[in-house]
């Protein structure tokens, strides 16, 4: 299943399970200070959450993403400034923007080298490249514990700090700082979650066969299902790696 038809699917449910405005403004304060002056471009902008957060905030913001469904929700918020395209290819000319930011994107791209190497040629010099990326981590509670569970199936990253950095200074970026800190909180009941897996909305749900579900996912839901509550949603503080660059 490629990235976009997954996304085409899950388009509809995608702000309901995924925080909606409220996790796109926390995500959007959180980056707005390190912007460099001039336009930005948020590339796999989804339903535009993040980017419509920065544009509360004052900044002048245009998205693109790959998957029709989840940007024809983003052009509801942006107007006019959405467009179809891939992170590997995008419809742009050199040095058009002042920022390009990547949240929760990179890992999805399907050559993270080649999407950075883009991201530069589309930014101006001194232009500053904001990256969210990485696995994030909450406290442990009865619901990590489930995701716990479910990390054996997701792949080797391709987005660490390590990578990243190695793949930015050969795009020509150099690192200006980064940070593994608090992004946003989340309120989830174990009903929202349970719905969210059974669902297959995480990508690393997307491509699991049967035995392997039967194996490995059956038996966390069953632990979710049996959680006491089911509608009493539990408060997570939610911290993610950012990483900016600039331009060189």
Not at 39 to 49: A, D, K, N, R, S
Not at 184 to 209: F, G, I, K, M, N
């Amino acid at each position: 299943m490629t990235e976009a038809k997954a996304f085409d699917r899950v388009a509809d449910d995608y702000d309901r399970m995924r925080g909606g405005m409220e996790r796109g403004r926390q995500a959007a304060a959180q980056l707005a200070g390190d912007l460099a002056p001039g336009p930005v471009l948020e590339v796999g902008v989804g339903t535009g959450i993040v980017a419509t957060g920065l544009t509360e905030l004052g900044h002048e913001v245009y998205g693109v993403d790959v998957s029709l469904p989840m940007l024809s929700r983003a052009a509801q918020r942006l107007r006019g400034r959405v467009t179809a395209g891939d992170a590997r290819a995008l419809p742009f000319a050199d040095g058009t923007f002042g920022n390009l930011v990547f949240t929760h994107v990179l890992h999805l791209v399907g050559d993270m080298p080649l999407a950075l190497r883009e991201a530069s040629r589309v930014l101006r010099c001194g232009g500053r490249l904001l990256a969210v990326h990485g696995d994030p981590a909450a406290d442990p509670d009865d619901l990590v514990a489930v995701l716990d569970r479910l990390a054996v199936l997701q792949p080797p990253r391709p987005d660490t700090p390590e990578r990243l950095d190695t793949a930015a200074e050969e795009a020509g970026l150099k690192h200006l700082q980064h940070e593994f800190a608090p992004d946003y909180e989340r309120a989830t009941a174990p009903r929202q979650l349970l719905e969210s897996l059974e669902r297959r909305l995480p990508p690393y749900l997307w491509d699991v066969d049967d035995e392997t579900w039967a194996r490995v996912v059956e038996p966390a839901l069953a632990v979710l299902r049996s959680l006491p509550d089911p509608d009493r949603p539990r408060m997570q503080q939610w911290r993610v790696h950012r990483s900016v660059y600039v331009r060189i």
